[in-house]
């Protein structure tokens, strides 16, 4: 167990709709990232929050939008679904997120959309 | 820039047999080096890590050394188990307030008895 708490574990949804997915990192860890896994491009970086503000983003649409909360837990916002957004995504958290700690992940959301 | 190169799979071994998935990297600065394991249904775990040039990461009786003069960390196993079958993910990390962590695409390892 990672310690890392990714919520709901699958979604289906239809096209056009709007999902939320929700990430609790492991007690201590201050950064949270999320990743889209799917299978023809592989784990793909999408955005970064350490200690509630927002520190890199990656190849995220503009569909997407997520925030790290006082908490620090995550959410990421998925709006406006495409077929294409059909995909595993995932939650890593880790200590200081500068790059010097191990990422640990959570189980992933698998979102169906149809 | 920084990526991450590792052996295609799918690949498919007997059971005791030796594990080689080999792992290549292009990288500005000194990168950590990780391997992570992906089971079914399940998210990617830490297997092992190296911080520097000439560290070797073990575990689970899996190991890789980080070998800077041929940017290469290369995942082995002397004997596998079906249980380890899964998913193997090289990755690296700097050091930025940019992205920070880059991974390979994934080796899918079967082991049949």
């Known amino acids: 167990d990672s310690g890392v708490t990714q919520t709901p574990k699958h979604l289906i949804t239809a096209t056009g709709q709007r999902v939320t997915l929700r990430c609790s990192p492991r007690s201590g860890d201050l950064s949270v990232y999320w990743y889209q896994q799917s299978l023809d491009q592989g784990l793909q970086f999408l955005i970064q929050?350490?200690?509630?503000?927002?520190?890199a983003k990656g190849n995220i649409l503009e569909r997407f939008s997520a925030q790290q909360f006082p908490d620090l837990h995550s959410e990421l916002n998925l709006s406006s679904l495409e077929l294409g957004d059909s995909a595993l995504y995932f939650c890593?958290?880790?200590?200081?997120?500068?790059?010097?700690?191990?990422?640990?992940f959570g189980n992933g959301t698998r979102l169906t959309v149809t | 820039g920084n990526s991450v190169t590792q052996m295609e799979g799918p690949v498919t071994l007997s059971e005791e047999a030796f594990l080689t998935i080999n792992c290549t990297y292009t990288a500005t600065g000194y990168p950590s080096l990780f391997w992570y394991v992906q089971y079914p249904g399940e998210g990617l775990q830490l297997l092992l890590k190296a911080t520097k040039a000439d560290d070797k990461g073990s575990n689970k009786g899996f190991e890789a050394t980080y070998r800077k003069e041929t940017t290469s960390f290369h995942l082995e196993k002397g004997s596998v188990q079906v249980s380890d079958s899964a998913v193997y993910f090289c990755a690296l990390s700097v050091v930025s307030t940019g992205n920070q962590f880059y991974f390979g695409t994934g080796t899918s390892l079967t082991v049949i008895p």
């Open positions: 929050y350490y200690n509630g503000e927002e520190r």
């Open positions: 890593a958290s880790s200590v200081e997120g500068t790059g010097n700690s191990p990422l640990h």
